[in-house]
Structure formats: structure tokens, C-alpha cells
């Protein structure tokens, strides 16, 4: 595991390219449209929101965070008139265990069944509290097959970061239009996040203003110094609040997850667009 990035950070970007399958592979998209959720939007909307239940779309803007509101009221609660959650609940872990299955068919099976152990092991120690995707991902029922076990645990992984992650926004005083504007400022490319993520170009360019006015980027669109220190330090609480579950943990266990996840993240994330909406760095080492 890297020694110059957190190990809360380095195991991220390990176990979120396992996750993302289920939104880029064929296999997770035809489940999804199997169910009647076809469409990147109808997938990711319904696949991600399943856990919360046939929730409206309020709660989910919310907890979603950086997605504009607009995209998300005009899939929801519509989109359980297609699927109900439990429909789209099995189509996701069907999709990625199979996605995983093929991607992962060289990799000897008891390494996918020790990330697995891993893994859970570690959503064992989750402490969820005012995580809600995180908890409510964490809820559901183990799945039997090694290739299910290692995406849903990477899933409750990745959501438990990520709730910290908004939390840390918030707390930085950023909304989500904003928090995607300072990261294409750092190194990402505009039309990577913005189409994907819901917001026109007027949103989009309010943003960038308020921005301006706060000293977080420059009128180009190119991040100051100031900006780089408070997204540091966002990215810094990011860590902190992920990594109570990694405490008082041997460093010689981090390091056996870390192996074991190596070459499954990397096939993982082989299968990814290069350009994509994730968030993960565009190279990594760990």
C-alpha cells in the first residue's frame, strides 16, 4: 500500500473500481434493462436508490448530493412503476456478480473469496451513523456467490466514504454544483461530470462565479492556492471520517487487503471508460 496517500484513501481506490461495475459493464446494464430500467439514468438512479426503499425524490437528491435535483425528480418516484426497489435490488448484484465473473475468470478464486472475507470484515466494523446509504446498503442480505459478497461489500465501502465525503463538503461550505467545479478545476475534465451529473450550463457557470468570488478558483476556471488548501483539507476529513474502521488495525492486514484487491481492482477499473464521472485519480498506486 502507497505510504504517501492515507490508507483510507489507497483502499478506495482499490474497492471503488469493483463497485463501478455495475453502472459500465454490458452485464450490469442488461440486468438493469431486463427489469425495466434501461438508460444510464433509470441504472443509476434505480440501482443506487434501491437499498433506500420506493423512496421520492427529496431523500435521494440529498444523499446523492452533486447530482442536480432536476434529473433526479424526473426519475423518481416514477421509475418504481417500472421496477420496484427489490426488482432493482436483485438486477444490480446479478449484473455486477456476473460482470465480475468475466472479468475476474483468470483470477484463482480462493484471492476473490479472501477480498471478500476482507472486505466484509471490514463492513463488520462500520460504524454508520449519519451514513445513510452506507446503512441502508449495509442492511441488506448477504449475497451466496464470492463475485456478489465482494461487490456488495465493496458497494457499503464506497458509500460509507462517500457520505463522509459529502459531509466534508457541507462542512467546507460547498453545494454540489460546486464540489464538481473545483475538481474539473484540479483534473478533471468538464464534459467528464457535468452532463453525467445533471447540471446546465447556467448552473454550472453560477457556480463557477460564486466560486470566483469565494478566491477557490480563478475567472479561467484554474484552481488558487487557496482553493488547492481547502480542497486538501476536505479531502484530508474525507480520510479522517473514513478511516475509523481501519484503526488499531494491523498495518500487516491493510496491507493483505490491499494484495488481495490489487489485481481485482485493476481488471475492474480495465473496464471502465477512460473518461469517466467516478472521481478516482487517473492513475494510482497503491
Given at each position: 500500500m502507497a505510504d504517501l496517500v492515507h490508507p483510507a484513501r489507497a483502499l478506495?481506490?482499490?474497492?471503488?473500481?469493483?463497485?463501478a461495475v455495475t453502472y459500465f459493464t454490458p452485464e450490469g446494464l442488461a440486468a438493469f434493462e431486463e427489469v425495466g430500467?434501461?438508460?444510464?439514468?433509470r441504472s443509476y438512479f434505480g440501482g443506487r436508490a434501491a437499498p433506500l426503499g420506493a423512496v421520492d425524490a427529496p431523500p435521494v437528491i440529498a444523499a446523492f448530493f452533486n447530482f442536480a435535483p432536476a434529473p433526479?425528480?424526473?426519475a423518481l418516484p416514477a421509475i418504481w412503476k417500472l421496477a420496484a426497489p427489490e426488482a432493482a435490488l436483485a438486477a444490480r448484484i446479478s449484473g455486477a456478480s456476473a460482470a465480475l465473473a468475466r472479468l475476474l475468470e483468470h483470477v484463482d478464486r480462493t484471492q476473490i473469496e479472501l477480498a471478500a472475507d476482507l472486505l466484509e470484515g471490514a463492513v463488520?466494523?462500520?460504524?454508520?451513523?449519519g451514513r445513510v446509504l452506507a446503512a441502508a446498503n449495509a442492511a441488506l442480505p448477504r449475497p451466496s456467490d464470492p463475485y456478489g459478497r465482494?461487490?456488495?461489500?465493496?458497494t457499503v465501502m464506497r458509500e460509507h466514504r462517500g457520505d463522509g465525503h459529502v459531509a466534508a463538503l457541507v462542512a467546507a461550505g460547498l453545494d454540489g454544483c460546486e464540489a464538481l467545479v473545483v475538481r474539473c478545476a484540479l483534473d478533471v475534465?468538464?464534459?467528464?461530470?457535468q452532463p453525467f451529473r445533471?447540471?446546465?450550463?447556467?448552473?454550472?457557470?453560477?457556480?463557477?462565479?460564486?466560486l470566483v468570488e469565494r478566491g477557490w478558483i480563478t475567472e479561467r476556471g484554474t484552481i488558487t492556492e487557496c482553493g488547492r488548501i481547502?480542497?486538501?483539507?476536505?479531502?484530508a476529513a474525507t480520510d479522517l471520517a473514513a478511516a475509523r474502521v481501519w484503526e488499531h488495525h494491523p498495518r500487516a492486514e491493510l496491507d493483505r487487503l490491499a494484495a488481495a484487491l490489487k489485481p481485482i481492482s485493476a481488471l475492474c477499473r480495465g473496464a471502465l471508460p477512460p473518461i469517466n464521472p467516478i472521481g478516482l485519480p487517473a492513475t494510482t498506486t497503491a
Open positions: 478506495w481506490w482499490l474497492f471503488e473500481p469493483v463497485h430500467l434501461g438508460g444510464v439514468a433526479i425528480e424526473r463488520e466494523r462500520l460504524d454508520c451513523a465482494l461487490w456488495q461489500a465493496a475534465r468538464r464534459e467528464a461530470l445533471g447540471w446546465t450550463d447556467e448552473e454550472w457557470d453560477a457556480a463557477s462565479a460564486r481547502r480542497h486538501q483539507s476536505l479531502e
